[in-house]
């Protein structure tokens, strides 16, 4: 069996409720949309935690935080744990990725044969998080309303600069890999920074949304004090007491946002027309999803962190053979991507599967079920650990200091209704406790987040003390061996190098 090649585009921070099926039709986006019209669209697509770091682990093994133990943005992710890349390689592929993956720790290629570009964000355990003391906020590496306040335009920025840069070594890479040097099948990952914030975009797609109608929220700023307990410190982590956030701040916010979601529409763009082009595209499985959203301002809330819809449910779009393109409600998660990609890659996974969480998606593109879609969060803004389930329409949080949270997605789907104290949904509720009761030991869980964020705080401090050896991905440039050198023959290399050959 000739095994399909794999192309993951992944963006950072992207609001699944956007994607309702497919892009959103205010979105700017015709790439996407044009991906969408070949594709099973899972409309209902939880991430495994609303941080990047735990989301991205999660995404790669199919487990949750408490079992990869990455549980914030600065905690180790352990060589030992099989990711997608791992199983694939395993299996004959060659494997790469061009872009951000947040690894924290020395491993910085976690299965990856190659990395094209350097991460955006820093390796080590300096964002380590301390439940010893609640409250307390670090301004020079905590989330800000600084991002709301500063919104606007620019041609050039950090973030900007990477995904240029994502996308120039992507886009190469597939020629590369269309040349046939190598005639292993290949699953190249491409993740990009944007969305995310801070809002600023350049002014060509900023002028799309000048008179866009979705500026403002659904849900107007809710008082911190009339705030869930999660939501409150979530606001105190962001400094809002600082800041003044005006009805201007949040539509040059929204619109900035929106404005790049368009700048990563044309990046993929890009890249699908360079597969096209390269004759690979009937041959490639394309995947397209975020690691976890964005509150843009829903509920008074700003960026992730949250099992709020906007923060927790991102966009998943698979175009592969044999899937036919559709949209699908079951609620699934992004721990089923490893195990999809395996079933359709041929992969026995049968050594692993006591250990992931997740469950394959092409029955269920089908009409099969899948079980209660579990989520976790232990990272800034939280005391103790944080989970959710989202069961049918249902969604149920939980934190032990915490009063329970539940939402009827479908008769309340901007969650402004806790029924946790609803005598009609007494039984819903018991039903859902019991679940994640049977799933998660809260105890257990709260103790080893404590030990991994005491042990990295020793670390790290030690680490900083004299001479510094940084973990930071530094991509590897052969350029004695790229375009003539005279240890090649011209004509062997001209012709090695031209795609297609003979036309």
Known sequence: MKRPNILILMVDQLNGTLFPDGPASFLHAPNLAALASRSVRFANTYTASPLCAPARASFMTGQLPSRTRVYDNAAEFASDIPTYAHHLRRAGYQTALSGKMHFVGPDQLHGYEERLTTDIYPADFGWTPDYRKPGERIDWWYHNLGSVKGAGVAEITNQ???????????TRKLYDLARGHDARPWCLTVSFTHPHDPYVARKRHWDLYENCAHLEPAVAPIPAEEQDAHSQRLMAAS?????????????RSRRAYFANISYIDEKIGEILDVLRRTRQEEDTIVVFLSDHGDMLGEHGLWFKMSFFEGSARVPLMISAPGLAPGRIDTPVSTLDVLPTLAEMAGIDLTEIAPWTDGESLVGVATGAARKAVPMEYAAEGSIAPTVALRDGRFKLVLCKPDPPLLFDLEADPHEMTNLANDP??????????????????????????????????????????GAYYPWDYQPLQRASERYMRNHMDLNVLEEAQRFPRGE
Do not use: C, M
């Open 424 to 465: 009609k949904h007494s039984e819903t509720l018991s039903r859902l406790k019991s679940a994640a009761g049977t799933r998660w030991n809260l105890a257990r869980f709260d103790a080893e987040v404590r030990a991994s964020q005491a042990g990295r705080h020793v670390v790290y401090e030690a680490l900083r003390n």
């Open 160 to 170: 900007l600069e990477y995904d240029d840069e994502v996308t120039y070594h992507a």
């Open 239 to 251: 400094d809002y007491p600082s800041y003044e956030i005006t009805r201007d701040d949040v539509r």
